[in-house]
């Protein structure tokens, strides 16, 4: 099993900052993808950023320029430094693993940590 914990989440004005971190325990081999998506009230969960194993990273377009997804392997953790965060990325932020052993792809959640922007 693996287990997921975030932290870092709060309230910020807009055009603030906060950084979110994610530290992964259990059984963490064969790690395919970090990464973070979030979910506002009423939508759907949405893929935020992601970095592979290798250190691959993809981003939403509504994160581009502004959100930067790292990972620290040696502390199992993965962090996401958002910048000028505006009122529209509120939402609920989840914490995301994914293994891949042979054919099947096992993905994890964490509990969830809420980001608030004030406008």
């Known amino acids: 099993q693996v287990q997921l914990v975030e932290s870092g989440g709060g309230l910020v004005q807009a055009g603030g900052s906060l950084r979110l971190s994610c530290a992964a325990s259990g059984s963490l081999f064969s790690i395919n993808v970090m990464g973070w998506y979030r979910q506002s009230p009423g939508k759907q969960r949405e893929q935020v950023a992601i970095?592979?194993?290798?250190?691959?990273?993809n981003y939403a377009a509504s994160a581009k320029g502004r959100f930067t997804i790292s990972r620290e392997n040696a502390k199992n953790t993965v962090y996401l430094q958002m910048n000028s965060l505006k009122p529209e990325d509120t939402a609920v932020y989840y914490c995301?693993?994914?293994?891949?052993?042979?054919?099947?792809?096992?993905?994890?959640w964490g509990q969830g940590t809420q980001v608030t922007v004030s406008s």
């Open positions: 995301y693993l994914q293994r891949r052993s042979g054919a099947s792809d096992y993905n994890y």
């Open positions: 970095i592979t194993g290798g250190g691959s990273m």
